[in-house]
């Protein structure tokens, strides 16, 4: 039975062209969106995508108007939605716990896993990495060999040839103000020897928060998306890999925030000194 769903839901995978189709035309209603730079993205191979966070409008404002497909890193929730019916109704609060219901429950159960395994098929489809944030595990052991694992997988997406995103200050700005970067960006793209693409966003900051739309001000919003030139691989620093990606990552802060604020991106024709 289960066999023939999966069968049967095959058939109803959205190829990314449709929402991001419907997503333009939506953000295009609301928002004035300036996009700037697109000419200096490499038409193929792999390459790290790096920007500041202002706000949720980010992801979208790259997933739709960068000239290539960008895959994202996302929180493991979205991608399981399920997981919190399936803990509801193994509650003990739940009804299924109990007759008539709990005899449907194991078929109940494997349905969700099902539309649930389907819907992270569908989100990787449309270029989506499930990740899980702040995971610990049972030790500090199981946290490093976690994120060496996840590591890893950013650096085989790339190789393989994708436009992977990272934000490198980890999270959302909650002044407007950008902060500090960390090395990740930095390391995969050292890792995977591929060219790193700065890009800078302004004018999102808060504006996809209720009290946005509520004044009107998402409305009279103008949002800017600066694409920089890509550093590629042969411009690194010569240097050990942590010493090359804190330099590296001391250079992408510099023309991220430039990019964020200006369009022209200063200093960009600099090369990084050799580093011995």
């Given at each position: 039975m289960l066999a023939d769903l999966n069968k049967f839901l095959d058939l109803f995978y959205i190829p990314r062209e449709i929402p991001q189709f419907f997503a333009k035309n939506i953000l295009d209603l609301i928002?004035?969106?300036?996009?700037?730079?697109?000419?200096?993205?490499?038409?193929?191979?792999?390459?790290?995508?790096?920007?500041?966070?202002?706000?949720?409008?980010?992801?979208?404002?790259?997933?739709?108007?960068?000239?290539?497909?960008?895959?994202?890193?996302g929180k493991n929730e979205i991608f399981n939605p399920q997981d919190m019916f399936v803990q509801y109704i193994n509650s003990p609060q739940s009804p299924f716990r109990h007759l008539p219901l709990n005899v449907g429950k194991p078929i109940l159960e494997s349905l969700l896993q099902t539309l649930g395994e389907r819907h992270k098929e569908q989100m990787r489809r449309w270029g989506g990495i499930p990740i899980m944030r702040n995971f610990q595990g049972n030790s500090a052991k199981d946290a490093v060999a976690y994120y060496e694992k996840i590591e890893n997988q950013m650096v085989e997406i790339i190789r393989s040839g994708e436009i992977l995103s990272i934000f490198p200050e980890g999270t959302r700005t909650s002044s407007g103000v950008m902060g500090p970067f960390k090395a990740m960006a930095a390391k995969v793209a050292i890792r995977a020897n591929v060219p790193i693409i700065p890009s800078g966003i302004s004018g999102a900051w808060n504006m996809s928060e209720p009290a946005a739309f509520l004044s009107g001000e998402a409305f009279r919003t103008k949002i800017s998306y600066n694409i920089g030139n890509p550093i590629p691989p042969e411009q690194f620093p010569q240097a050990s890999e942590k010493k090359a990606a804190k330099l590296l990552t001391e250079e992408l802060e510099k023309r991220v925030y430039y990019l964020a604020t200006s369009p022209d991106e200063r200093n960009q024709s600099r090369r990084f000194a050799t580093v011995l």
């Amino acid at each position: 039975m289960l066999a023939d769903l999966n069968k049967f839901l095959d058939l109803f995978y959205i190829p990314r062209e449709i929402p991001q189709f419907f997503a333009k035309n939506i953000l295009d209603l609301i928002y004035t969106i300036n996009v700037q730079g697109t000419e200096k993205v490499p038409r193929t191979g792999g390459a790290v995508l790096v920007c500041n966070h202002t706000d949720s409008l980010d992801i979208p404002v790259q997933g739709i108007y960068f000239p290539r497909k960008v895959v994202f890193l996302g929180k493991n929730e979205i991608f399981n939605p399920q997981d919190m019916f399936v803990q509801y109704i193994n509650s003990p609060q739940s009804p299924f716990r109990h007759l008539p219901l709990n005899v449907g429950k194991p078929i109940l159960e494997s349905l969700l896993q099902t539309l649930g395994e389907r819907h992270k098929e569908q989100m990787r489809r449309w270029g989506g990495i499930p990740i899980m944030r702040n995971f610990q595990g049972n030790s500090a052991k199981d946290a490093v060999a976690y994120y060496e694992k996840i590591e890893n997988q950013m650096v085989e997406i790339i190789r393989s040839g994708e436009i992977l995103s990272i934000f490198p200050e980890g999270t959302r700005t909650s002044s407007g103000v950008m902060g500090p970067f960390k090395a990740m960006a930095a390391k995969v793209a050292i890792r995977a020897n591929v060219p790193i693409i700065p890009s800078g966003i302004s004018g999102a900051w808060n504006m996809s928060e209720p009290a946005a739309f509520l004044s009107g001000e998402a409305f009279r919003t103008k949002i800017s998306y600066n694409i920089g030139n890509p550093i590629p691989p042969e411009q690194f620093p010569q240097a050990s890999e942590k010493k090359a990606a804190k330099l590296l990552t001391e250079e992408l802060e510099k023309r991220v925030y430039y990019l964020a604020t200006s369009p022209d991106e200063r200093n960009q024709s600099r090369r990084f000194a050799t580093v011995l």
